[in-house]
């Protein structure tokens, strides 16, 4: 399948790349593309032209900064699995990119592709969403911040406008005592999830929850925050009973369809599973374990 | 629509054409350069039959348009034998029956050296990871496993 004809632009600095997005109504970036080279073969998009953002080296990077861990929007997936910094402090991470699609894939994948593609389906929303994460848009007047939990308007559907490019990626690094896990359940390599969660734990000096964050992967119309379950572990020790009740919440959370993954039962009952497991990793890790 | 002049090193040798900005990277290998080893399974990225070396990692070269490898360089299972001798991954799977059709063999090569590149000695585990991008409908698998450690014990001595 040859995708319908377009035109094709490969812009030197990143002004030059929004400037191109601002003048054509119908244009997209391309990414790893590997969303939306297949989406265009189906005829599911026809953008009229690819701006290419692979040539920009300045936006592929990982670094600790302030607080925070800073990714460039087209740092690859296999760039994450291959880095110790993320394999040794944000386990969350690094569980979630080694569960995206296949090794080939995450070769020309991008952690900016994946959010900005907004695929309900796909893995790094859920966890950067449990991670109260930040992406940075870069627009003709500068850049934006934008907290994750307000980047999901729909599915595929974001916050940003038109002329603005997700440049950057800022997930709060965590304190000692932090701990994270994302599960997923997938038909197979390559398959989208059936159902995914992600977690992410802080705990406090008397081994109670100072921080938790929980997102849902392909179980609604967009990522899922979790928020009532969330609520409920915090400040509460991570025992038993409460990771129960907590994931109890995150599968009335869910707002899943039946489909050919499952049915809308099957998935919520999924969802529970999987933030039972999912928590309970993540205070394992949390601990040092 | 848009047609570009690209140039990119296959197998250690420039090639130019115009291309047209859709066209495939696996279209441009096949059709336009003529190098017909680089198959055409799924179309739709799930299967590595298209799967080559791009700047030194293996990607599925039916996702990706030939106008992004303009300036870089392809491996193809073209370029894997050398002044007539072939690569231990090929040895390997001639000796281990790593085939029966053939369809998957070029992408599954190509991924096994990627991963051989990065991991020398790969547990049988990060075999199956490695190559969990490649589909072979045949085998079973447990013999391009046997290929691929056959291979890394052959590079290891050479």
Redesign the interface.
Same mark, same amino acid.
Not at chain 1, 101 to 105: E, F, I, N
Not at chain 2, 57 to 60: I, N, W
């Given at each position: 399948?040859? *995708? *319908? @004809?377009?035109?094709?632009a490969?812009p030197k600095t990143l002004r030059e790349a929004v400037a191109l997005l601002g003048q054509n109504p119908e244009a997209k970036i391309?990414a790893g593309?590997?969303s939306l080279? *297949?989406m265009?073969?189906f005829r599911l998009a026809s953008p009229a032209l690819?701006i290419?953002l692979?040539r920009l080296d300045s936006l592929a990077y990982l670094r600790e900064e302030g607080g925070w861990l800073k990714i460039g929007a087209m740092t690859r997936e @296999?760039d994450l699995d291959h880095s110790d910094l993320i394999q040794k402090k944000y386990p969350l991470l690094a569980d979630t990119t080694r569960m995206i @699609?296949? *090794?080939?894939?995450r070769?020309?994948a991008t952690v900016g592709g994946n959010l900005a593609h907004a695929d309900p389906a796909n893995d790094h929303p859920a966890t950067m969403l449990a991670y109260g994460a930040q992406v940075v848009a870069t627009g003709p007047k500068g850049e934006r911040v934008i907290p994750i939990d307000q980047f999901f308007t729909g599915p595929f559907e974001t916050a940003l406008a038109h002329d603005e490019i997700l440049t950057e990626i800022r997930i709060p690094a965590p304190r000692p005592g932090s701990g994270g896990a994302y599960m997923k359940v997938e038909r197979k390599?390559?398959d989208f999830a059936t159902a995914a969660v992600a977690a992410q734990i802080s705990l406090g000096a008397g081994g109670s929850c100072e921080y938790v964050g929980i997102g849902l992967t392909n179980v609604g119309l967009t990522p899922i925050k979790a928020s009532k379950a969330e609520d409920a572990l915090k400040g509460q020790k991570p025992d038993d009973a409460n990771i129960r009740r907590a994931a109890q919440l995150a599968s009335e959370a869910a707002e899943p369809a039946s489909d050919y993954r499952g049915s809308e039962e099957y998935k919520r009952a999924l969802v529970k599973t999987l933030a039972v497991r999912a928590l309970r990793k993540a205070v394992e890790r949390a601990k040092g374990g | 629509?848009?047609t570009?002049h690209v140039k990119v090193t296959v197998n250690g040798a420039v090639k130019e054409a115009d291309v047209? %900005?859709? +066209?495939?990277l696996v279209?441009f290998l096949r059709e336009t350069l003529g190098m017909t080893g680089t198959h055409i399974g799924c179309? #739709? #990225? &799930?299967c $590595?039959a298209c %799967?080559i070396l791009?700047n030194g990692? %293996? %990607?599925?070269s039916c +996702? =990706?348009?030939a =106008?992004?490898a303009d300036g870089g360089e392809v491996m193809t299972v073209e370029g894997l034998a050398q002044n007539g001798k072939l690569h231990p991954i090929q040895e390997g799977f001639m000796e281990k029956h790593g085939l029966q059709c053939g369809f998957c063999t070029p992408g599954m090569m190509l &991924?096994a050296v990627a991963?051989l590149k990065q991991n020398p000695n790969p547990t049988e585990d990060e075999i199956r990871?490695?190559l &969990? $991008?490649?589909l072979c409908r045949c085998t079973g698998y447990m013999n391009i496993v046997k290929a691929v450690q056959y291979a890394a014990e052959k590079m290891k001595t050479q």
């Open positions: 399948m040859i *995708p *319908p @004809a377009f035109d094709y490969t391309l593309g590997h080279i *297949p265009m073969k690819l290419d692979n @296999a @699609a296949d *090794p080939l894939v070769n020309m390599v390559g | 629509m848009s570009h047209e %900005a859709r +066209t495939l279209h179309d #739709t #990225t &799930s $590595g %799967a791009l990692r %293996a %990607a599925k +996702t =990706v348009l =106008v992004q &991924s991963l990871w490695g &969990s $991008g490649n």
